[in-house]
């Protein structure tokens, strides 16, 4: 166990010679001395800033709409958009209701339950013109 262990570690020293030659004229353009370790750490770098670039420029760019079910472009607007609209139409149906049935009770000669005191109404003061 402990030769196959120092043969594992001794593989992943050794140092090889990664050489980029001319075709044509057989010259050396570029040499690199690699281990199996430090192509192991370049390519995991290079993956791994690969996928986080391509995350970045899906995330914020408009590609992210191409995505399916992501949604559409204005969508979040228009959905604030519509639900503004749905609350103040409930409103109105709330009120519309209230007064429906007021104007039933009083068409049909039932009186309304609360009766209004007008002398509690503040009313504005009407100025005069003519002074």
């Given at each position: 166990m402990n030769k196959l262990k120092n043969t594992i570690v001794k593989r992943k020293k050794n140092r090889y010679r990664m050489v980029i030659m001319n075709d044509d004229t057989f010259e050396e353009v570029v040499t690199f001395k690699l281990t199996r370790t430090s192509v192991y750490v370049m390519l995991s770098t290079l993956f791994l800033l690969l996928t986080g670039l391509t995350i970045a420029v899906i995330s914020f760019t408009d590609l992210r709409f191409l995505i399916p079910g992501y949604g559409k472009q204005g969508a979040l607007q228009e959905l604030r958009t519509l639900k503004m609209k749905?609350?103040?139409?409930?409103?109105?149906?709330?009120?519309n209701e209230q007064y429906f049935m007021d104007l039933?009770?009083?068409l049909s000669g039932n009186q309304l339950e609360e009766k209004l005191d007008t002398t509690m109404l503040k009313l504005p003061k009407i100025e005069n013109e003519y002074q």
């Open positions: 749905t609350d103040s139409m409930e409103h109105v149906m709330q009120l039933h009770k009083v």
